[in-house]
């Protein structure tokens, strides 16, 4: 496969599973092993068009991000909540992808760890959809602070592959009693500041390799695949809350386990 058509490939995964709690990094790592390309040469890759999935939810939440600012410089009470709700569910990932960015890096280009990731995940999807008891309706600014730090705990689940960040954010929204709508978009909002931290994160760290062009993967790869996973997240995020609001999550739960299994026996069998 060439890295053009590679590109485009991940970019289309990237932008289906960013926002669905599938796990985005666990299938991009399934992925990159399907296409034949060397996991490490595109572990920079695969994080940075994260980025293109990002850029779908600011613009489809405009609205919702320049009232929330302009709020904030207004002094507004619902401004000013919105914003410390995410800046507070942001913090816990932040400060434990500082501490452990190498760590956890390293485990992005292990794909053994995803099937059983995916299993897991999937039993616990079911679960909390089983057992949560959403208290009404409420948007991201009325949401107290135990609940959006216990969103910001669970998102740190995510930094080992196949957890799936929306899923894990979303679950965590739902077993405190969050309902689905305001789950679901907190999950997207939160996305932007975390995804954005993680990619300036990796560019910084490869940033002389690829100004050096000593790096497989270039900017025009990278590019092409950041407006593939835009075009195609932009698709995802406006299917995806009106879908959850009518069948809720138990479908990609039971996607996650028969995955994870299929993976499990793709391995098995070499």
């Given at each position: 496969?060439?890295?053009?058509f590679?590109a485009?490939f991940l970019?289309?995964?990237e932008?289906?599973t960013e926002?669905?709690?599938?796990s985005s ?8 092993e399907?296409?034949?390309a ?7 890759f695969n994080?940075v068009?994260q980025?293109?999935a990002?850029?779908?939810v600011v613009y489809?939440?405009w609205?919702?991000?320049?009232g929330?600012g302009m709020?904030v410089?207004?002094g ?5 909540l919105?914003a410390?709700?995410l800046?507070?569910a ?5 400060i434990?992808?500082?501490?452990l960015h190498?760590q956890?890096?390293a485990?992005?280009g292990n ?7 995916l299993?897991?995940g999937g039993?616990?999807i ?6 949560s008891?959403?208290e009404?309706?409420?948007?991201v600014?009325?949401l107290?602070?135990?609940?959006v730090?216990?969103?910001g705990?669970?998102?740190?689940l ?13 679950m965590?929204?739902l077993?405190?009693?969050v309902?689905?709508?305001t789950?679901?978009e907190?999950s997207?909002?939160l996305?932007?500041?975390?995804m954005i931290g993680?990619?300036?994160l990796e560019?910084?760290t490869k940033?002389?390799?690829?100004m050096?062009g000593?790096?497989r993967?270039?900017w025009d ?5 950041f407006?593939?996973s835009?075009?195609?997240?932009l698709?995802?995020?406006r299917?995806?809350?009106a879908?959850?609001g009518?069948s809720?999550f138990?479908p990609f739960?039971w996607?996650r386990i028969?995955a ?11």
């Open positions: 496969m060439s890295d053009y590679t485009i970019g289309i995964v932008g289906l926002f669905i709690p599938v990094t666990g299938h991009l790592i399934l992925a990159t399907l296409s034949g060397d996991p490490q040469e595109w572990a920079m994080v068009i980025l293109g990002i850029l779908a489809q939440y609205g919702t991000f320049w929330a709020g410089l207004r507004e009470r619902e401004g000013l919105f410390r709700n800046i507070l942001f913090l816990p990932s932040a434990l992808g500082l501490m190498e956890f890096e485990m992005l794909p053994q760890i995803v099937p059983w990731t299993i897991l039993i616990a079911l679960g909390i959809e089983r057992w008891k959403p009404g309706e409420h948007g600014a009325d107290p602070i135990v609940t730090l216990g969103v705990l669970a998102q740190c995510a930094m080992v592959p196949g957890v799936s960040r929306s899923g894990a954010t979303i965590g929204a077993a405190m009693g309902n689905r709508k789950a679901a907190f997207f909002f996305a932007v500041p975390t993680a990619s300036g560019i910084a940033y002389d390799t690829l050096a000593g790096a993967v270039g790869d990278i590019a092409l695949g407006v593939v835009f075009v195609v997240a698709l995802v995020i299917a995806f809350v879908f959850v009518r809720g138990a739960a996607y028969l994870g299994s299929a993976v499990l026996a793709w391995f098995a069998l070499g």
